[in-house]
């Protein structure tokens, strides 16, 4: 079964900061792996998608890298804004069952000024 | 593009009744949907998956009898909670995978539901 965690658990940064979330998945046999932003009471926005055969995907400040060996992907936001305040959510579908994903535990930020 | 959209965005309603909750990919064709609970500050749980045209296909430990699923045509899937409890009180979230796309899934802006 997969499971995927994500540290750390909640995040306080300055505005302006560089900051890297990490997310961690037992099962390296992954079709492909999602991050997404969560505003309070609020559905999924996507923020990147990253194929299995890919190592990086990069959005505006946004870089996302995989490393599916180790079971690892890392979401690295530069020039943090307050506007990035929200939870961040890693999601990972695995090869045999590339429709079902699977949610990591979430990383809470919040970019004061 | 790619626009998924849930109604009611919030319910409330008493224990014992039973809600409907609706799921439309407004721009696209969705073969396969799927609903997710969320309890307070936790992550999203796959509840079922929900294919056209065909029964739903349920996570284990999910009833079936109590999340019924309907998914009548390529664009809407209605999850109806029956008879109601207040431990069914939660975020549910639906999501949309493209039938042209490469499995990435869209998701819709939730429903609060509160069981009184």
């Known amino acids: 079964k997969q499971e995927v965690t994500q540290i750390p658990a909640a995040l306080s940064v300055p505005e302006g900061e560089n900051l890297v979330l990490n997310c961690s998945f037992t099962d390296s046999a992954i079709y492909n792996l999602q991050w997404f932003r969560q505003d309070p009471g609020k559905g999924l926005t996507s923020l990147l998608l990253?194929?299995?055969?890919?190592r990086e995907q990069t959005s505006g400040r946004l870089n996302a890298s995989l490393d599916k060996s180790s079971g690892r992907s890392t979401l690295y936001i530069a020039a943090s804004q307050p506007g990035d305040s929200a939870t961040y959510l890693c999601a990972v579908s695995l090869a045999y069952a590339a429709s079902k994903l699977t949610f990591g535990t979430g990383t809470r930020l919040q970019v004061t000024l | 593009g790619a626009v998924v959209s849930q109604h009611p965005s919030w319910v409330i309603c008493k224990s014992g009744t039973s809600v409907k909750i609706e799921c439309r990919s407004l721009?696209?064709?969705?073969?396969?949907m799927f609903w997710y609970r969320q309890f307070p500050k936790q992550s999203l749980m796959l509840m079922a998956t929900?294919?056209?045209?065909?029964?739903?296909?349920?996570e284990q430990g999910v009833e079936k009898d109590k999340f019924l699923i309907n998914h009548a045509s390529l664009t809407l899937s209605t999850l109806t909670v029956t008879s109601a409890h207040p431990e069914d009180s939660s975020f549910y979230i639906c999501?949309?995978?493209?039938?042209?796309?490469?499995?990435?899934?869209?998701f819709g802006p939730g429903t609060r539901l509160t069981v009184t």
């Open positions: 990253i194929q299995s055969s890919q």
């Open positions: 999501s949309a995978r493209d039938r042209q796309g490469i499995y990435e899934q869209y």
């Open positions: 721009d696209f064709q969705a073969t396969t």
């Open positions: 929900s294919n056209e045209g065909s029964k739903a296909t349920y």
